[in-house]
């Protein structure tokens, strides 16, 4: 079973598919008294285009075994300790770190979370990142993307705070 943000990619793919073989059907049709079949033959190729070039946009990004096990998991054949286990072997302690804030985040799933680790690899790292960033990686749609960010400029906010008040507590010049 595909993930929400793997299953909208492959609903994107074909109604890019088909609505380019529409405007080929108009423009081959009118182009040529053989119309017909030359668009069948042109539907097929640029089909068979958008399919290798949507599994290339869709690929798993990152590191191969974080996504070999999140595959494995999303296809329900290891379960969610198995793979916090396996993803807490390829994160690392700063990684392990961003996971658990990002995890906190509404919209955002255990995979979610594990390949924004990845991307990012520290919270200063994430600190800096754009919606759009955080969109571009895998299991991560565009609400989740601003939700995290929201989150995180929420966290960031609170550190200036305390920050600044450490620094009036101590006699600083802010």
Known sequence: MLN???????????????????????????L???????????????????????????APDGNPELSNATELYSKGE?????????????????????????????????????HIADRFGSLEALGVATVGELAEVRAVDRTAARAVHSHMTDRNHSLEVVDRAAAEASGVGV
């Open 4 to 30: 929400p943000v793997d299953a909208a990619a492959d609903r994107w793919g074909l109604a890019n598919t088909v609505a380019l073989g529409v405007l080929g059907l108009f423009a081959f049709a009118e």
């Open 32 to 58: 040529t008294p053989e119309g017909s079949v030359l668009t069948l033959g042109y539907v097929l190729v640029v089909g068979a285009l958008f399919a290798v070039s949507d599994g290339l946009s869709t």
């Open 78 to 114: 290891i379960q969610l300790p198995e793979y916090d286990s396996r993803v807490d072997a390829v994160l690392g302690s700063s990684g392990r770190e961003v996971r658990a804030f990002v995890g906190a985040v509404d919209g955002v799933g255990p995979a979610g979370s594990a």
